[in-house]
């Protein structure tokens, strides 16, 4: 399938190569560099679909197109595209070989008049200190032979409204773009599947770390860079794979300075596969995050399964606190979505609920998920239609289907030790002889194949005695013992209270579940009622 936004749109150009620029050498060119997968790309495209049948008028002294960075990544490498979306304005006069971002718009803007304002100014400035040594190079035909007087924006589209625009028919949609998806089965699957994880880590280190050069030692990007393959190192799934990711650490700080050229040499040089243990055939294959086309979910979808295994892994406060912290360097640092990137910061540094707030494992977990709900919300409320068609509804999670005890009476109140418990079923690899999932190591007595790169010191004490101090088996016991004695207590006093007549005909219900008196069976009854700020009540149905 194709990774277009734009095929068949008689007015975007989809580029693949350059060849048509150098061909044209008066035409103006606004060229659009995207990703699929970035939300705001998404967002954006309708944006500039509009701006260029706004400007029809002055075809073909003005040309919009387009380039996908998923498809056509090296070309977008060599531009030096380091974020999406990126507008670049290419011709005659002092634009030079990679185009010229507009002062305003650089990342697209959310109007056709700003856009061709911004791109119109780009021309202006270009032609007033334009330098070629062809002067009949250095006027764009845009500008010598303007299509309309004055060349504003207005005027640009009024022109186009009366002529060209309104005998234009809308472009038809992308025979890709579904209009039901089935949900991949592999959604379901408990803890997620590893080849998502795979997928994204191998994505961005062969993608987003490849953008732009990874500086020095003391530059902000280089630590990112070094806190985040130290997470990985310590937290991945597979043993294998945090020892491949621990070589990678190593050699990329043996570098005092680490270009992106310097980076690849250091992939090349690892032995394939980058990650042993889980990933896919070709290094980047999506399972639970494979959406309806190419450019759905995918990417994003998979940074998120990451992110949240990442703190799922973490046995300690200081281990999922650092960790946190790294996902907001990569974010910062190396997520391409420029909009998503900014949002995710300004979330960190909201005074309501701060990043930095999160000093425990605990709250380390609940933030992200908490972060993670607040971006659901947010993409739903923009109720562009292309973010749906392009990837299943953004929902809270988990939703009462998923987890009936997250909201156990009022849907606006979290149970916020369910909601972890949910996360750490959903999240937590168990590797026998390294860790467990309920913070209780499965070999008290080996520190496992992590020992060594920063995984077996975090499952023990400082006295090295383990988890649970120097109690050992005891410990367990006794804290079997005891589960047992409260589990009993509990079932008889829930069997005690379910026989009150809570419901009509004869029925009962305690906790979310309805009893069926006929057959003694339990089902759950919940249902929702949905708020228009993405929050929902449950309420008890047949």
Not at 3 to 31: C, N
Not at 113 to 132: C, E, Q
Not at 408 to 428: D, F, H, I, T
Request: glycine residues 10%; contains cysteine.
């Amino acid at each position: 399938m194709s990774g277009s936004f734009y095929a068949g749109d008689p007015h975007v150009l989809s580029i693949r190569d350059f060849t048509i620029l150098r061909s044209r050498p008066q035409t103006v060119f606004a060229i659009e560099f995207y990703a699929g997968w970035c939300g705001h790309c998404q967002a954006f495209a309708p944006i500039w679909k509009s701006t260029a049948l706004g400007a029809c008028a002055a075809s073909p002294s003005l040309i919009f197109g387009a380039v996908s960075c998923v498809e056509d990544f090296v070309l977008c490498r060599e531009m030096g595209i380091a974020g999406f979306p990126t507008i670049r304005v290419f011709g005659p006069g002092d634009l030079g070989p990679k185009g010229t971002e507009p002062a305003d718009c650089k990342n697209g803007c959310w109007s056709e008049k700003a856009m061709l304002d911004a791109i119109l100014a780009t021309v202006r400035a270009s032609a007033a200190t334009g330098h070629s040594s062809d002067p009949s190079r250095s006027q764009p035909a845009l500008l010598s032979s303007p299509p309309v007087r004055p060349l504003t924006a207005e005027a640009l589209l009024a022109a186009s409204a009366a002529g060209c625009a309104s005998a234009t028919t809308p472009p038809p949609k992308p025979a890709t773009a579904p209009t039901h998806f089935e949900p991949p089965v592999e959604m379901q699957q408990r803890p997620v599947p590893l080849a998502d994880l795979a997928s994204a880590v191998v994505y961005g280190v062969q993608r987003e770390l490849v953008k732009a050069d990874l500086g020095s030692d003391n530059s902000e990007r280089r630590a990112a860079l070094d806190a985040w393959l130290a997470a990985l190192e310590a937290l991945l799934p597979g043993a294998r794979n945090r020892a491949s990711l621990a070589q990678l650490r190593r050699a990329a700080r043996a570098r005092e300075s680490l270009s992106t050229e310097e980076w690849e040499r250091i992939l090349l040089a690892a032995p394939p596969p980058l990650l042993p243990d889980g990933e896919p055939p070709g290094g980047i294959a999506w399972a639970a995050c494979r959406g309806a086309t190419d450019y759905a979910r995918g990417y994003p979808c998979g940074l998120w399964l990451l992110f949240h295994t990442l703190l799922s892994q973490a046995r300690t406060d200081a281990e999922a606190t650092a960790s946190l912290r790294a996902i907001r360097g990569y974010v910062a640092h190396f997520f391409g979505c420029t909009g998503c990137a900014q949002h995710f910061g300004q979330m960190a540094l909201s005074p309501t609920d701060p990043l930095a707030a999160a000093d425990t494992a605990t709250e380390a977990r609940l933030w992200l998920w908490r972060a993670h709900n607040a971006v659901n919300r947010r993409l739903n409320a923009s109720s562009a239609v292309e973010v749906l068609q392009l990837g299943l509804p953004k929902v809270q999670w988990p939703t009462l289907a998923e987890c009936a005890d997250c909201r156990p009476r009022s849907a606006k109140l979290w149970e916020a030790s369910a909601v972890e418990e949910y996360l750490q079923g959903s999240y937590c690899f168990p590797e026998p002889g390294v860790r467990g999932c309920l913070g209780l190591t499965l070999d008290q007595g080996a520190a496992g194949p992590g020992d060594g790169n920063g995984v077996g010191v975090y499952l023990r004490d400082e006295g090295g005695a383990g988890a649970w101090g120097g109690w050992g088996a005891d410990a367990y016991l006794l804290m079997a013992g005891l589960g047992a004695a409260l589990l009993v207590l509990y079932v008889g006093r829930w069997r005690a209270r379910a026989r009150r007549p809570w419901a009509s005909g004869g029925a009962a219900v305690e906790r979310g579940f309805r009893v069926n008196p006929q057959t003694s069976m339990l089902r759950c009854g919940w249902g929702e009622q949905h708020h228009s700020d993405g929050s929902t009540d449950t309420e008890l149905t047949d």
